[in-house]
């Protein structure tokens, strides 16, 4: 265990629905990250929040919506995906944004059907 | 572009044998880290090595950092077949990748009993 919860672990959705990736962490972390990891290809950073401000949003479409309600929890909301955002979404959080080691959930692995 | 390339891609050897992977990258950093996945989890941080460092040993990992040559190392002493996993460096600070961590493709590692 990393302290870091990832939830659901695996979610099937349909282009139309919408649904929330949860990620809490209980390390007291101030930084909290969104990857995407999709077969053969490098983690893809997300979003970065730092005390609950987003710092950096990486040309992520607006399908993809994160809410950060306080240095603990982190959400990722999806609606209308299409199949290629299929892939394993992870979750890390580390001290402080910089250069430190990040701690990461097990992740969600999502199929858009 | 990409930071972090792992070298081999994939890496088969027998228990007790050493496994050395390597990664370049092509931008200077702060520090280096390494990571390990099993398959479909999250990523586990092993090691982390700073710009003015080495090397560095954590157990059976031995890690060098040459950054003339911009590229790094991990050496995983008499291996066991709960190593099998994937492996990936990822590099930290620097003036194009700033304080986010930027992942390299992994060294997919099987260690055979």
């Known amino acids: 265990e990393t302290g870091v919860t990832q939830t659901p672990r695996h979610l099937v959705m349909g282009m139309t629905n919408k649904k929330s990736l949860k990620c809490e962490q209980h390390?007291?972390?101030?930084?909290m990250y969104w990857y995407k990891q999709s077969a053969k290809k490098p983690l893809e950073l997300m979003f970065v929040?730092?005390?609950?401000?987003?710092?950096e949003n990486n040309s992520v479409p607006s399908r993809f919506s994160p809410e950060c309600p306080n240095s603990s929890h982190l959400f990722l909301h999806l609606h209308t995906l299409q199949p290629e955002d299929s892939a394993l979404y992870l979750c890390?959080?580390?001290?402080?944004?910089?250069?430190?080691?990040?701690?990461f959930g097990q992740g969600t692995r999502l199929t858009v059907v | 572009s990409q930071q972090g390339e792992e070298d081999p891609q994939a890496l088969s050897i027998q228990e007790g044998e050493n496994a050395t992977m390597n990664c370049s990258y092509k931008?200077?950093?702060?520090?280096l880290q390494w990571y390990r996945q099993n398959s479909g989890r999250g990523l586990v941080h092993l090691i982390l090595?700073?710009?003015?460092?080495r090397e560095k040993h954590s157990g059976r990992l031995r890690v060098t950092l040459d950054t003339s040559k911009k590229s790094s190392s991990l050496l995983i002493t008499a291996s066991r077949a709960a190593d099998t996993a994937s492996y990936f460096c990822?590099?930290?600070?620097?003036?194009?990748?700033?304080?986010?961590?930027?992942f390299g493709e992994g060294t997919q590692l099987t260690v055979n009993p």
């Open positions: 931008t200077s950093i702060n520090n």
């Open positions: 929040y730092n005390f609950k401000e987003q710092t």
């Open positions: 890390a959080s580390s001290p402080h944004v910089g250069n430190t080691e990040a701690f």
């Open positions: 390390l007291g972390h101030n930084a």
């Open positions: 090595i700073r710009s003015n460092e």
């Open positions: 990822a590099t930290n600070g620097g003036e194009t990748s700033g304080s986010r961590l930027t």
